[in-house]
């Protein structure tokens, strides 16, 4: 398979990059000085393009490429992929389901207790030796309050576990109702925001969930309201989050994920009830290396005409 031309669209893991290498004839997008020259000299070679949350297929990309024949996404998410585009062109799709669910769930569960047990900020409370001066403030507790779940699939039902396992209350909202949970389901993110005092969206970005955190949403919330997002930042209207945070309104957020990454808006630097990750939500070596195994193992499926191991298209 070593004559196969794979475009890795942007750096990600080198482990992955390793394996891709030692497999195919491995392209690095992002170390290509001009684009257009680049493929134009290469698009009859390149029959599979590998990327990930941050860039991955976009039509034109794949209009520059006739023979790309699979796109293989070292993520779950598919917004960077222009799906519609590939089902047309026949071309097949990939991603890295289920091996990333825990870890998202988990560090669902830490932006919670982050912003509601000041974490962050307790532990600038100590380095910087303000404890020697007094106790730090009270803050508040986590367990049994309810948790409203924005888009209920995998990472959506395995944040709903562990927070059950802290005796939250746990309701959702979801295009539709899931026949086989007992969680609440809410018709519209209104009123899961309504009846949730942290409000966590784990649903796909597509052009119907592109800000539906919006100010409405937020100001349903309410000042005493936590908003944990580690779906994708483009789900939530940043500029009215900042502001409601800035104004009070809100009462607090955990964010791994932000419109513009990697640009995090500097008004939130100094608000104490935010908590700002930069979209790790995968980023442990176990899972980054189990993704990377799905992404050569969908590759190499492909091209020995064997069965994908997680199509989506
Ligand atoms: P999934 O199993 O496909 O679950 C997505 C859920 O969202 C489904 O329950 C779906 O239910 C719901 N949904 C879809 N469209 C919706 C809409 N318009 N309104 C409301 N709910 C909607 O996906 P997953 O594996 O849990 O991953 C979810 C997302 O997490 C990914 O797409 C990705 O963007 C994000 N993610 C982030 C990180 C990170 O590093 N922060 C890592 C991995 C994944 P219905 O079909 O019934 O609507």
């Known amino acids: 398979m070593d004559s196969i031309g794979v475009l890795m669209a942007c750096p990600m893991f080198t482990y992955l990059e390793e394996e891709l290498e030692k497999r195919f004839n491995l392209f690095r997008f992002w170390k290509v000085a001009d684009r257009a020259e680049f493929l134009k000299e290469n698009c009859n070679s390149i029959r599979a393009v590998v990327g990930n949350a941050s860039a991955g297929a976009d039509s034109d990309l794949i209009n520059a490429l006739p023979k790309l024949e699979i796109v293989s996404s070292f993520s779950v998410g598919l917004d960077k992929i222009d799906l519609g585009k590939c089902r047309e062109k026949g071309i097949r799709v990939t991603n890295t389901p289920d091996v990333l669910t825990d870890d998202v769930a988990d560090l669902a569960i830490a932006l919670i207790l982050a912003v509601l047990r000041r974490i962050c900020e307790s532990d ?158 995968s980023g442990t070596w176990e899972t980054r290396t189990a993704m990377a195994d799905l992404v050569v193992g969908n590759l190499e499926a492909h091209f020995l005409n064997k069965p994908l191991l997680t199509p989506v298209v």
Not at 170 to 176: D, H, P, T
Not at 197 to 213: K, S, Y
């Open 124 to 281: 600038r409370y100590v380095r910087s030796g303000l404890w020697k001066k007094g106790d730090f403030k009270l803050t508040t507790k986590f367990s049994g309050k309810s948790v409203g779940i924005l888009g209920l699939g995998r990472i959506g039902m395995a944040i709903a576990t562990r927070a059950e396992a802290f005796g939250c209350p746990i309701s959702y909202y979801s295009r539709k109702e899931k026949p086989d949970t007992k969680y609440k389901y809410y018709p519209s993110v209104l009123e899961l925001a309504a009846n949730s005092q942290i409000l966590v969206v784990a649903c796909p970005l597509t052009e119907e969930t592109r800000h539906i955190i919006n100010r409405e949403v937020i100001d349903t919330l309410g000042p005493k309201g936590v908003i944990i997002n580690i779906g994708r930042g483009p789900h939530v209207d940043e500029p009215e989050l900042v502001s409601a945070l800035v104004e009070g309104r809100l009462g607090g957020a955990g964010l791994d994920v932000y419109e513009h990454e990697p640009h995090v808006p500097e008004e939130l630097f100094k608000l104490d009830n935010v908590v700002l990750l930069p979209h790790v939500g």
